[in-house]
């Protein structure tokens, strides 16, 4: 094949491999943001649990850090989310009892809270250091071969988590969800406990985020406090969500690939654009303009789309039909 | 129809100026973090190796003429960032070999997830972690920076000869001070040196009087400062000053700064103040002509890295020169080739000469401005490490440590 193509065929892989993996960290958040209502603003620190775990459960044993236990994928993934559902539940415990903004703050502080954790505790997570020589499934196997089949194992896992997800939304469950997210008290009135139904999306979100986290380990084959910087670990993700279209699961995962191509892709774009209307230095300046370009497309966007671009829709409730 | 012919007309005549505009020109990637928390010390990095790129191409390219050139890809200094930036590089840019990127964890993340089992060369000129060096590479990943370790190891080595045999010690939290300490404490103790307080600071407080404190216990003669000078250093020696907590400092070269000597005072800082460097020789040949063509473009040549960053870019146009073909795959065995302490000597800036040598057949051998840049067999070299004090006009005075 012509090397060009092939490039181009190996970054399109590239595109869809993180692409996939923000769509799941986007459904996590759809959960908490999108059904229930729950501004989660520390999303890093989760995907960072869930990176770490799988960092430590599978690399070879290391005199840098503990684990090294070299265990299967699916074993690192499961107790990545177990151990994000239980450190969200206590979180959960604390926090989930302000309101929205508030939970914001606490949870931005969470997230900070375990970076710092991971860059003190050296003889566990060989602190700044980081964790290096991860395992990806499939790397054995002749390129292109091997990233196809990590990009198929993303994307199965996202089917699984949307396929999920939909039946959440669409169950008795996902209906209480968006009826605590519209209007609390008519929720409490009708009979329902707001605060256990708050505490399960909010468990169930951050363990989805843990999921991200460990396939995003075992993509990057290391992680380090910066592969939790907010920037490209929360942030982006509210993004993504928000201009998809909140408390719509096909608009968590549309959002996802799209704001992770235009992210990526304007890189590409960027210098060329700032060398042909003449401007010097175009290769520095266009990592800043790039970044100020992506941030007034989506003021401008929100402007004209406040809904998103795959607005919500509300499963047919059984009592209309009488069924 | 009549439009759309036109109109692929037109389409083909801009493919056909663009392949023809490009078909002289060979790419290598720049990675590095342009934004992120590096971003100033990247900038000059960065004109470091437009500068070997300027004067390549100034004296005749790469192979036929062809012009070299540096595609700019954002580490950021975060993995996820650098794993894309360099991706890109790698398989949209399509370039040769990758100088950069800058911070250890993006080079780290972006060398095992994209560029070794791809099979491109990538040669650091700031990734300082040990742990590069134990990575199965293929003999892809490169550094003209000296490994931490080494850093580590001068300090040890300045403190040790200057009797003191009592050290407390602090560190910046970060991958590259923590790098540094850690090798530090290893080798001071190995020396039998004692260590009396080993504290982790994080940066940008705004007092350290009671980490401080906490140090001085244990009758320590000097505090070893692994920090940034800006986000911690400058107020770790102002707290230790103001409270005559210490009055000896050694530190590593992320506290190398003017700025200390301004913002202290260099009379409260003389004679009590010692920063190593992964420096390069400057009384060398090969470092005065980098620092002369350097200055002319209104940089300055004692920058962190910058000198690396030329080295970096004059070896990989080297590599592709005696490579004979813009060949990713040629490029590994080049590069060893072109710095391996046999054959005719090449400073920096001598592109005509070196072109003239791999022409004719000769061996050469490149002497950096930031070192000799033999590589080991790990790809790394063991650098050139120079003290700083505070000298009679208030300015850093270097001298070379060897």
């Known amino acids: 094949m012509d090397p060009v193509l092939y490039g181009y065929m190996l970054y399109g892989i590239s595109l869809l491999t993180v692409g996939g993996m923000y769509a799941i960290l986007a459904l996590g958040l759809n959960v908490q943001w999108g059904f229930t209502g729950l501004f989660n603003a520390g999303i890093a620190g989760f995907f960072g649990i869930g990176a770490y775990t799988a960092a430590i459960l599978t690399t070879n044993p290391h005199a840098s850090h503990v684990g090294g236990l070299q265990m299967p994928y699916i074993v690192s993934a499961i107790t990545a989310m177990l151990v994000a559902g239980i450190i969200a539940f206590l979180v959960g415990k604390v926090c989930l009892k302000l309101r929205s903004d508030y939970l914001a703050i606490a949870t931005i502080g969470i997230a900070e809270i375990f970076r710092l954790i991971v860059n003190n505790e050296t003889w566990a997570t060989n602190g700044p250091r980081g964790i290096s020589q991860i395992p990806r499934p499939f790397e054995g196997l002749p390129e292109p071969i091997n990233q196809v089949a990590f990009l198929g194992v993303v994307l199965l896992t996202l089917a699984g988590v949307y396929w999920l997800m939909e039946i959440a939304r669409k169950s008795p469950w996902g209906r209480v969800m968006t009826a605590i997210r519209d209007n609390e008290t008519s929720a409490k009135a009708a009979g329902k406990n707001v605060e256990t139904f708050r505490m399960e999306g909010f468990v169930i979100g951050c363990m989805i985020m843990a999921l991200a986290g460990a396939l995003m380990a075992h993509y990057l084959k290391f992680v380090n406090p910066q592969t939790t910087d907010p920037l490209l670990a929360t942030f982006i993700v509210f993004v993504m969500l928000v201009i998809g279209g909140s408390a719509n699961n096909k608009g968590a995962i549309l959002g996802a690939f799209l704001v992770w191509t235009l992210w990526s892709a304007s890189e590409i774009v960027a210098p060329r654009l700032l060398e042909a209307i003449g401007m010097t230095d175009a290769g520095i300046r266009s990592a800043y303009v790039r970044i100020f370009l992506i941030g007034l497309l989506l003021q401008i966007f929100l402007q004209k789309n406040p809904q998103g671009l795959l607005p919500e829709t509300r499963p047919s409730s059984p009592g209309k039909n009488g069924s | ?402």
């Open chain 2, 1 to 402: 129809m009549k439009l759309f012919k036109q109109l692929a007309l037109g389409v083909c005549a801009a493919a056909m100026f663009a392949t023809a505009a490009h078909a002289e020109s060979i790419k290598v990637g720049s990675a590095g973090g342009v934004t992120g928390p590096i971003a100033e010390l990247v900038a000059t990095i960065i004109k470091g190796r437009d500068l070997a790129r300027d004067q390549i191409n100034a004296e005749g390219g790469l192979l036929k003429g062809d012009k070299l050139e540096m595609v700019i890809g954002d580490s950021a200094c975060d993995p996820k960032a650098a794993v894309d930036a360099v991706g890109k590089l790698v398989n949209v840019e399509q370039v040769v070999g990758i100088v950069g990127p800058s911070c250890s964890g993006a080079t780290n993340a972006s060398v095992q997830a994209v560029t070794i089992p791809a099979g491109v060369v990538v040669l650091s000129d700031s990734a300082t972690a040990p742990s590069v060096t134990e990575l199965k590479d293929n003999d892809t990943v490169f550094r003209v920076s000296p490994s931490d370790a080494y850093q580590g190891l001068a300090i040890a080595q300045l403190v040790t000869k200057a009797g003191i045999k009592k050290v407390a010690m602090t560190y910046s939290n970060d991958d590259y001070n923590a790098g540094i300490a850690n090798v530090f404490e290893k080798e001071f103790k190995a020396m039998g040196g004692e260590i009396t307080g080993n504290q982790a600071h994080e940066p940008n407080k705004a007092s350290y009087r009671s980490e401080l404190q906490t140090l001085t216990q244990g009758e320590p003669e000097a505090l070893a400062i692994f920090a940034y000078y800006g986000s911690s250093g400058i107020t770790i020696i102002k707290n230790s000053l103001e409270n005559g907590l210490f009055g000896k400092f050694y530190a590593a070269d992320g506290m190398f700064d003017q700025s200390v000597i301004d913002q202290i005072g260099a009379d409260n800082l003389k004679g009590k103040i010692w920063i190593t460097q992964a420096s390069s020789d400057t009384a060398d040949a090969s470092y005065k002509a980098f620092a002369e063509a350097f200055k002319a473009t209104g940089a300055d040549p004692a920058a962190p890295y910058a000198a690396h960053g030329y080295d970096a870019t004059f070896m990989m146009a080297l590599a592709i020169e005696k490579a004979g073909s813009a060949d990713r795959t040629k490029i590994k065995d080049a590069l060893r080739a072109i710095s391996n302490g046999k054959g005719e000597v090449v400073r920096p800036g001598e592109w005509a000469k070196a072109k003239k040598l791999i022409a004719e057949g000769k061996d050469i051998n490149y002497e950096g401005a930031s070192g000799s840049a033999d590589f080991d067999a790990n790809g790394d070299v063991s650098g050139v490490f120079a003290v700083n004090v505070v000298g009679d006009d208030g300015k850093w005075s270097k001298e070379l440590l060897k």
